[in-house]
Nanobody, 115 residues
Framework: QVQLVESGGGLVQPGGSLRLSCAAS????????MGWFRQAPGKRREMVAVMIGGEATNYSDSVKGRFTISRDNAKNTVYLQMNSLKPEDTAVYFC?????????WGQGTQVTVSS
């Protein structure tokens, strides 16, 4: 079993920035893929940013140019840097990692963008 612990969520004003962290209990080198998803109230969970294999990344159109996914192998941690935040970015953000074809999810962290 892989444990994922997210942190870094909170309340921020529109135009502000936040950095989410996801610490994994297993080395990132053995992960097939890792990424961030989000779920707003009344909506389905959606992909925000993913990193497949080594460095290949993919972003949803709604965050492209504003969000950046990155990793620190030494700390077994994946980050999501979020800039120019908008009210529509408000959601619970979930970390996801795939090991040996199996999905693992964190508990989620709330991000609220409001003035």
């Amino acid at each position: 079993q892989v444990q994922l612990v997210e942190s870094g969520g909170g309340l921020v004003q529109p135009g502000g920035s936040l950095r989410l962290s996801c610490a994994a209990s297993r080395s990132l080198f053995s992960a097939n893929a890792m990424g961030w998803f989000r779920q707003a109230p009344g909506k389905r969970r959606e992909m925000v940013a993913v990193m497949i294999g080594g460095e290949a990344t993919n972003y949803s159109d709604s965050v492209k140019g504003r969000f950046t996914i990155s990793r620190d192998n030494a700390k077994n941690t994946v980050y999501l840097q979020m800039n120019s935040l908008k009210p529509e970015d408000t959601a619970v953000y979930f970390c996801n990692m795939v090991y040996l074809g199996r999905n693992h999810w964190g508990q989620g962290t709330q991000v609220t963008v409001s003035s």
